[in-house]
């Protein structure tokens, strides 16, 4: 139990591009989802938590309009990376809360943007 | 591009051998803890938790160990298997649903 995908797994684009990234939880639903953004040997930053149905909460210095998050539901969360640039390139995972206080994230596979 | 990042503390332990993975935590109100395991290319995978009324718990092969007085948590594996190589992340609740992690400490078995 306690599935969550993402999708793309890889993504390669060209400078300027709208990425957007999916993320859902299988086998449970989701009452919170949060996007991390991770660097090569570094811990998993994150980037905004969102509750379906409710606007994102972006943390300290992540741009918003950069960064679109939707919630559409208790099983889907999508990142939109909107202009991409070569400094976006990195390794961004999701995870999802069933909703239980406190709670334990379970995390998806992570989708690597590549930006040229 | 990518930034490049600090370096990762690294155990490296003989396979069969117990291996200890420690990691201090920052805030004292934090209540909830949980150890994940990420493999290259892939996301965190939930391990085991542990609530602050505990003091220890044990999973299969894996034991967590909280000392609240010191701030301290630590993983303990038993019989290391080179399918443990990966690196390990300690996180802590303290608000909600919001975790933070700790920095990572990268696990190599050697066979």
């Known amino acids: 139990g306690a599935v969550v995908s993402q999708h793309p797994s890889w993504v390669i684009c060209k400078s300027g591009t709208s990425v957007k990234i999916e993320c859902r939880s299988l086998d449970f639903q989701a009452t919170t989802m949060f996007w991390y953004r991770q660097f090569p040997k570094q811990s998993l930053m994150l980037m905004a938590t969102?509750?379906?149905?409710?606007?994102?909460?972006?943390e300290q210095g992540v741009e918003k309009d950069k960064f679109l998050i939707n919630h559409a539901s208790l099983t889907l969360s999508t990142l939109t990376v909107t202009s991409a640039h070569p400094e976006d390139s990195s390794f961004y995972i999701c995870s999802a809360s069933p909703g239980q206080v406190p709670d334990t994230q379970y995390f998806g596979p992570g989708t690597r943007l590549t930006v040229l | 591009g990518e930034s490049v990042g600090l370096h990762l503390p690294t155990l490296s332990v003989q396979e069969g051998d117990n291996s200890i993975i420690n990691c201090a935590y920052s805030n004292s109100a934090s209540d909830y803890f949980i150890w994940y395991k990420q493999e290259s290319g892939k996301g965190p995978q939930f391990i085991i938790d542990i609530r602050s009324n505990m003091d220890k718990r044990q999973g299969q092969r894996v034991t967590v160990l909280l000392n609240k007085t010191v701030k301290h948590l630590s993983l303990q594996i038993a019989a290391t298997q080179p399918g443990d190589s990966a690196v390990y992340f300690c996180a802590e609740n303290n608000a909600g649903n919001m975790l933070t992690f700790g920095g990572g400490t990268r696990l190599m078995v050697k066979p």
């Open positions: 969102s509750n379906e149905g409710s606007k994102a909460t972006y």
